[in-house]
């Protein structure tokens, strides 16, 4: 068994999924109240940056990569952005992720299983619509990661992982992620694909989790059963669920205003269809403005948008360039 000191949780984000970064910081506060959570810098805007600095979150870019560099690269650089760091066991998260219900013990003995087992890290099946890493090659032309499976041609038919959530019990094991996502660099996904390889190369030292507990997301949603007092998937109870899918009709959103307080801003956000999911990232997201207001008003991230300041016809406030009858005055 580890302790809470043992654990962070690491995540990134860039001022598109700013908000849905806050939604996931509300949820594992609410969920995983003694882990604390930093936040990787994948390139916010000044205000943005200056939030997640505020509150003592903040993870810089380091030296040697650079704000423009694709999410999925700095996301594989973790060691980089966590060389100064006091040692834990970070516990990679994405921020389009929301914790379902209260699991710091399932955590912490996951950790300690990793450790006492000699074990590198854990992560959970992919549940998309490509299944074995073979047919990740065919669906998006992965040069690299084909390239890879030449030279071990049995890794093709291995099932595709997926690095929405990863638990990393080794420095050694952050700095391999590193290395081997720079051989994959030109691929769409070298960040996973590198994870895939190193687990597959060495599968002993691996644990795969179960998908329907650490990682509810694509197929998986249309398995969630939210009508009792608990959520259930497939007869297992979730810790996370991931608002990502290539199946129709799992998510709704994009770009829309949100405001508190007559302040408000155009913000993008997914949202599950499933009721009882979206119900909690709903709740999540208003304990986020309501617990950050202030801060959020004061670094100009939200703005006045009153319609007493604002015609209807105007340009909305909030700089989303809709006409303002149709973004924070739509209700007006």
């Not at 190369?201 to 608990?230: C, E, F, Y």
């Not at 408000?264 to 208003?286: H, I, K, M």
């Amino acid at each position: 068994m580890s302790d809470e000191g043992s654990l962070k949780f690491i995540s990134g984000t860039n001022d598109k999924y700013f908000f849905m970064c806050g939604m996931l910081l509300a949820s594992l506060q609410t969920c995983f109240p003694g882990i604390p959570c930093r936040v990787m810098d994948f390139g916010l805007s000044e205000p943005r940056r200056k939030f997640f600095a505020e509150k003592q979150l903040l993870l810089d870019i380091p030296t040697g990569l650079s704000k423009t560099d694709h999410p999925y690269k700095l996301k594989s650089g973790m060691a980089s952005f966590l060389v100064d760091e006091p040692s834990s066991l970070p516990v990679w998260i994405d921020c389009d992720i929301v914790a379902v219900r209260p699991a710091s013990q399932l955590l912490l003995d996951l950790a300690g299983e990793l450790v006492a087992q000699n074990k590198v890290m854990a992560m959970s099946t992919d549940e998309g619509p490509n299944k074995t890493l073979e047919s990740v090659c065919n669906s998006y032309g992965e040069a690299k990661l084909r390239a890879a499976l030449a030279a071990d041609p049995s890794l093709g038919e291995r099932r595709c992982l997926n690095a929405g959530v990863v638990i990393f019990s080794s420095p050694e094991a952050l700095r391999n992620w590193q290395a081997v996502a720079a051989a994959q660099d030109g691929d769409m996904f070298p960040d996973q694909n590198a994870l895939n390889l190193m687990c597959y190369r060495d599968p002993a030292r691996v644990t795969v989790l179960d998908a329907r507990v650490w990682n509810v997301h694509a197929g998986l949603l249309k398995s969630v059963d939210a009508s009792g007092n608990d959520i259930v998937c497939d007869g297992k109870k979730p810790i996370f669920a991931h608002a990502t899918s290539a199946f129709p009709g799992d998510i709704m959103g994009g770009a829309m205003p949100i405001s508190a307080k007559d302040l408000g801003c155009e913000a993008f956000l997914r949202f599950f269809t499933n009721d009882r999911l979206r119900s909690l990232q709903e709740n999540y997201l208003a304990a986020f403005m309501r617990t950050n207001f202030e801060l959020l008003r004061d670094l100009g991230i939200l703005v006045n948008v009153s319609p007493a300041n604002t015609r209807r016809n105007d340009p909305c406030p909030c700089g989303s360039g809709k006409k303002f009858k149709h973004c924070h005055g739509i209700n007006a």
